[in-house]
């Protein structure tokens, strides 16, 4: 007891580090199992997908078609409410910083690109992560709350093939739909406060962006919402799966797998555009 | 003799004895993490059987059922569910395997998405390349069975606690499963319906000659359904035996628990203290 203090002091702060790196290390080994739970994830959803007719138990299309409905059709509003909206928001602020240089009229470039590249996949994804991916990650953490994940194990059927599936089908499927809507609407936001404020028809609008914008740009940034697509799924699905102890679990992994889907998507964007636009 | 409870003749149990086993398991251990829950389980569950497996909270009970049902996979030991090893068999097996048994989860595990026929159904669509009618046929007959006709196109969120448990039954049954589970089948009814769904397993087992393996820890319950129970506590199982022999069991924790006697922990006092003081060492 004599010698407690120096050397609980020595002790103390070795072990302050090491419960610190120690900490570190586990978050990372957990953040990494939880990649490779995915990478699973994902190589399952599409074993099922091809191979699950051969083996008896088929990925059901009307189940993918019940979410494709869910997903993406019931999403339409919001996503055009919030694309208007973010359309007349650039027009706004493209045309004043161009004001600068006088050269407001090429606002129609700076619009048509960032829109088709980036704006209308980037506010999609973070509107179904909002909306899909939280719904996706509670309602298969209330499933596993209450024993539905393991009433359909014991009834022998493959819960990824049943749950997980028909969700990325309709995800991969609806996403890019609703980006490319989104573009569509984000621009023609753009191109009516472009024609009020500037006196440019909206024909002439249109006209200057068919010159701007290329088959790539748009390409370019529907593969990105269809990556975005399988990201959100996965997010969802794990944090769902993660969830226990109760109401509260699901209430917690509901908002960590909206928190983590918008950031691996942002991520995930920077560094697709990175990669393929250099 | 006068006794009213007596009136009613008494259940008369088949002699099962002899009967070739469906469930045999062999020196279980499992782990949680590193807790050790259960410690070497040897059971065997006879043909036509309702084998009740009976413990307190924390007794490994949940864990044997998990583990039996393929679940939670075990540290060592085997299991022989009609005559396959359960976890060396291949994944496309086990779902064939799985096809033969049926289980009634404690909260029914009804999907909330699914109306109760549909709930009921499932299993037929999924294993089964039958067409709608004869489906749709089958699950109305277990239905029947379970005394819940007239409510297939209601929602699980619509239905009492006792309406769902019947409803788990129906889905349990409906591909006439050779080994039916049950977890806690009574937990949380009044004891007029709690008794309901006792008959209802008792009438399984008769009319189907279905094995039946039981997890509670109702006592009433399972001196009424079981032909032999199973005693766990503490990952350890205590007794195997008839209602009668374990009525008569002379083993102490037994009749604590058949009491509903709560036990003394004995602690040593410097265990005591670190308890209090929260010292890990």
């Known amino acids: 007891m004599a010698e407690a203090p120096t050397k609980g002091g020595e002790t103390g702060l070795s072990a302050r580090i090491t419960a610190i790196l120690g900490n570190l290390g586990k978050k990372g080994v957990a953040a990494i199992a939880e990649m490779g739970l995915g990478a699973v994830l994902f190589g399952q959803s599409v074993f099922w997908i091809f191979v699950g007719h051969r083996r008896g138990q088929p990925v059901r299309l009307k189940a993918a078609f019940d979410r494709c409905m869910e997903m993406g059709i019931q999403a339409l509003p919001i996503v055009t409410m919030m694309s208007v909206t973010i359309g007349i928001m650039l027009a706004i602020q493209g045309i004043y910083a161009l004001r600068v240089f006088g050269a407001e009229e090429q606002v129609t470039v700076g619009l048509g690109l960032s829109v088709v590249r980036e704006f209308g996949p980037l506010i999609t994804g973070i509107l179904v992560s909002g909306r899909t991916g939280s719904s996706l990650a509670a309602r298969i953490g209330t499933m596993r709350i209450s024993q539905e994940i393991d009433a359909l194990e014991v009834m022998g059927i493959n819960p990824v093939r049943f749950i997980v599936a028909p969700a990325l089908i309709a995800m991969f499927l609806m996403v890019p739909l609703l980006a490319f809507w989104a573009d569509i609407v984000m621009l023609a936001g753009a191109g009516w406060y472009v024609s009020v404020d500037l006196g440019i028809s909206f024909s002439a609008f249109v006209q200057r962006l068919s010159e701007t914008i290329t088959v790539n740009d748009i390409m370019h940034g529907l593969s990105k919402a269809g990556l975005f697509s399988i990201l959100i799924t996965l997010v969802g699905v794990i944090n769902g799966a993660g969830v226990s102890g109760g109401a509260e679990g699901v209430g917690r992994m509901t908002t960590r797998s909206v928190v983590l889907s918008i950031s691996a998507i942002i991520v995930t964007d920077m560094v697709f555009a990175f990669v393929t636009t250099r | ?281």
């Open chain 2, 1 to 281: 003799m006068n006794h009213p409870l007596d009136a009613a003749p008494a259940y008369q149990r088949p002699d099962l004895t002899g009967a070739p086993p469906v469930i045999e398991i062999k020196n279980l251990v499992t782990h949680y993490g590193s807790r050790k829950i259960l410690h070497g389980i040897n059971l065997e569950v006879r043909e036509g059987e309702v084998m009740v497996i009976m413990g307190g909270s924390g007794s490994g009970k949940s864990t044997l059922l998990n583990t039996l049902l393929g679940l939670l996979r075990p540290t060592s030991g085997d299991i022989r569910l009609l005559g396959q090893h359960l976890w060396e068999i291949s994944d496309v097996e086990r779902s064939q395997l799985r096809q033969k048994m049926g289980v009634a989860f404690q909260g029914g595990a009804l999907f909330s998405s699914l109306s109760v026929l549909e709930n009921i159904i499932l299993p037929l669509r999924e294993h089964t390349k039958l067409d709608l009618n004869t489906m749709l046929i089958m699950a109305r007959l277990k239905m029947q069975v379970v005394n819940l006709a007239g409510f297939e196109n209601l929602m699980p969120s619509e239905l009492s606690g006792g309406m769902i448990k019947r409803a788990a039954f129906a889905r349990a049954i409906v591909m006439d499963p050779k080994v039916l589970f049950c977890d806690e089948p009574s937990a949380g009814l009044d004891p007029i319906v709690a008794s309901a769904i006792d008959d209802l397993i008792l009438s399984l087992r008769d009319a189907m000659g279905m094995s039946i393996v039981v997890v509670t820890h109702e006592l009433e319950s399972a001196f009424r359904i079981a032909d032999r129970i199973c005693v766990l506590d503490k990952g350890h199982i205590l007794m195997i035996g008839t209602v009668d022999e374990v009525r008569a069991s002379d083993n102490e924790r037994i009749q604590n628990l058949l009491n509903r006697r709560t036990e003394e922990e004995i602690l040593d006092p410097d265990e005591y203290l670190k308890r209090l003081t929260a010292v890990n060492e």
